[in-house]
């Protein structure tokens, strides 16, 4: 673990030596912790598909066999919630009613039903030298999740990386630490009882934030950071780690009209783009509409918008057209609104359509709609978003959706993972190489 | 481009204000660098297959009309290098002549043949909602490579980048700097004479140091870095770099003789694996025996070696077994000789190899020589490396022989590309989704 020599930096605790014994019992604690989740991860890379399962049902039976202990823990941490006068938001997403357990139980068999994607081969052919060349897909090793106080994402986040052949490091917001404790222990006991080390999955020693600080400098340790959660979270953990991070930051999604597009797919794409649900990353921020189809379009839109109670900023064109909107500012095109307003912007042509998308857009993602075959396929290519549609609503941009089975997040990035991410996105490939004795001449 | 701010810290340049004033004149011809280089890529992602083949062999047409200049540069570079006394092995490696030209045309011819890997669609299915879903190959958009002074690297760099539909921005070693200028006009002749971007591939415009450092910050404007060159180079870069380096350090390969191996397999792969060629990088640096089969190949092995003039270390168990062998120290098993020189140590069992393996080895390249088929397999899932052969000679691990037709390094690392990387690791998969009207429930 080269890289914990100088984390004391970040750890923000007092320079006296109390505190300084305290820093260094968590860096020798992480630092078991790290040991741990590696010697796990080579047990796990080998570990059979049945056995990966079986312990995913066996979480299932513990979580349901401890359905009170859950509900206590739970209790503690929404007393504790209370008392410090937590959002009413976060304090519902806190909690542990039957229903969210019945969920987890639910998410547990689903993901033992995806199929294993560890130890899968690929493109396995002969070469001219003789030798037979193909890749297989494995875990990544040890994958560290930070989530905030959602608890069932503990479960969540257990089954997802322990199908894909990972161990798993967690931490979870400090709002929801005994719900975390009480579901940790069934993980591990599921674990166990399938005969899988129990350290496969780890809740971090304490919900002390130096310990996020640490945890994102175990580059020997730890092979990927997944966090889940606001843009703030997502930003900070990027900010401060030295591990590869599978993040997305933005949603600013965009459905362009053509003037070749269908009237009445465009009208339905847009409205259920927008409309279906707001909070959501796939959601269209930004309408962008072409001169010549504005006339055919706008007004209905705009009625069904204000049916909605959807607010418009509008673009310098389009805002005579449009009564009540708003006018844009620049800022607008750059904002993912999460809420009932939508941009929009009346465009001269389908380049202009593709750069704007360029320039403003967050690489999400991007529909088309459009009758015009060489442009769809033209947008296609042009647009250099993670997800980019033809007559299709941005809603769509999602794991299930997408038949993936499950999704750990939604990635912009184009190193490794782009777009939804399921299961395939915690492994990688290696080559390998079959021979009979082959040398090389 | 935002992390600029604070490269000054980082270009070591005096603090006067001349010296100031040339910083952020550098600063701002970066700036515009990457500017270029980004606008370049728009057009690359979408430039047509025969368009960067025309590209390709017009670059080659124009470095073959070029040769007097070309070797006129070099006579440049070759003085200086003279003058300053350096390394014999370095000089050899920078001179152009007019085989390494012949050379540079060949590769571009080869390249301009591969199969272009951008605009593929895998994968393409119906979901149950009626969408179609697949992955369509792209380009990572800007390519920045570091890299040694070998002139001919500059011709490679820029074909590879340009095939894959990025855009490049090369900084090669300064004692090149003429003869890769001379290139650079060549390479921006064929694209312009091609109707592509000339800054499609661009040199940084100074070899001083300084316009590394500031590469190394731009995250806006390179998607990511490939060093190549020796170990000390590319541990610069990744300690240095924002931006997501695609590398490989160590080839520290074994090969595992088991109890049930073949004998004439066995010592026939293990003499080509150390023999073959010494300083790569895929070159077997330890060889691993299991204790049944100890007798029936260590002398022969043992006396090719020393035909070979190989110098073996042993560990306690072989060395009593070996004449001339020196006693390997817990180092040895770390250590990647790049010489005739191989770390000799018998094991009790597979496990004990395999466990070997995952922990001195680099996770580069390892083979098993046995005929036991459930030994073979548990052997490809559990050696946690990037090229895993059963009964081949580690030699093979090479972007040539795995069928790749490029090869821009092998990477140790499991996020995005792990193993030989060819066109392909130059890339990414995005999403697209074509619907009809769809939208979602």
């Known amino acids: 673990m080269s890289n914990l020599s100088n984390v004391n930096s970040i750890t923000s605790a007092p320079e006296n030596s109390a505190g300084q014994t305290a820093v260094d019992e968590l860096i020798a604690d992480m630092q078991q912790l790290g040991q741990r989740a590696r010697a796990a991860a080579g047990v796990l890379a080998c570990a059979s598909t049945a056995q990966k399962n079986a312990a995913l049902r066996a979480m299932a039976a513990a979580l349901d066999a401890q359905r009170q202990a859950l509900e206590a823990a739970n209790q503690q941490d929404l007393a504790g919630a209370a008392e410090r006068k937590l959002d009413p938001a976060l304090i519902d997403r806190l909690a542990l009613t039957p229903a969210r357990i019945d969920g987890m139980l639910e998410g547990l068999e689903q993901v033992a039903s995806l199929a294993d994607p560890v130890g899968s081969v690929s493109e396995l052919c002969s070469q001219p030298s003789g030798i037979q060349v193909g890749r297989m897909r494995v875990p990544l090793g040890v994958i560290g999740m930070i989530y905030e106080s959602r608890p069932n994402v503990t479960v969540e986040a257990a089954s997802l990386c322990l199908k894909s052949g990972n161990a798993a490091v967690l931490r979870g917001g400090s709002e929801a630490q005994y719900s975390n404790q009480a579901i940790a222990k069934c993980v591990a ?19 002390d934030r130096a310990a996020v600080g640490i945890m994102l400098k175990m580059r ?14 997502i930003e900070r953990v990027s900010a401060e780690s030295d591990i590869p991070v599978i993040k ?12 070749a597009a ?27 509409i072409h001169e010549q189809i504005v006339d055919l379009v706008l007004d209905e839109i705009a009625a069904q918008l204000a049916a909605h109670g959807v607010e418009i900023r509008a673009c310098e064109r389009s805002k005579p057209l449009l009564r009540d909107a708003v006018s844009a500012t620049e ?12 941009a929009i912007k009346i465009v001269n042509s389908s380049d202009e359509a593709i750069h ?11 529909s088309i709609v459009t009758e015009n075959y060489s442009l769809a396929q033209h947008f296609l290519r042009a647009v250099d978003s993670s997800s ?18 499950a999704e750990i997040g939604i990635s912009t990035d184009k190193l490794h993972a782009r777009g939804p991410v399921g299961l395939e996105g915690l492994t990688s490939q290696k080559y390998i190489v079959l021979g009979d004795g082959h040398i090389r001449q």
């Not at 899988?196 to 304490?206: A, F, G, R």
């Not at 997305?248 to 003037?259: K, P, R, S």
């Not at 009445?264 to 959501?280: L, M, S």
Request: aromatic fraction near 8%.
């Open 248 to 259: 997305h930051l933005d949603g600013v999604c965009h459905v362009y009209i053509d003037q």
């Open 331 to 342: 800022q607008d095109w750059y904002e993912e609104y999460l809420a009932p307003i939508l």
């Open 220 to 233: 020997d340790a730890i092979d990927v950071i997944v966090p889940r959660g606001g843009k703030g979270l």
């Open 388 to 405: 980019v549609m033809i007559n299709a609503s941005t809603r769509f941009a999602d794991g299930f959706e997408y038949g993936l089975g």
């Open 356 to 366: 704007h998308i360029n320039q403003y857009g967050s690489q999400h993602t991007d």
């Open 262 to 288: 269908d009237i009445d797919k465009a009208i339905n794409i847009a409205i259920n783009a927008k409309t279906q649900r707001y909070g959501t990353c796939n959601t269209m921020e930004t309408l962008l």
């Open 189 to 207: 006991q599921g674990l166990s009882e399938a005969g899988l080390p129990e350290y496969s999955v780890q809740l971090l020693p304490t919900v």
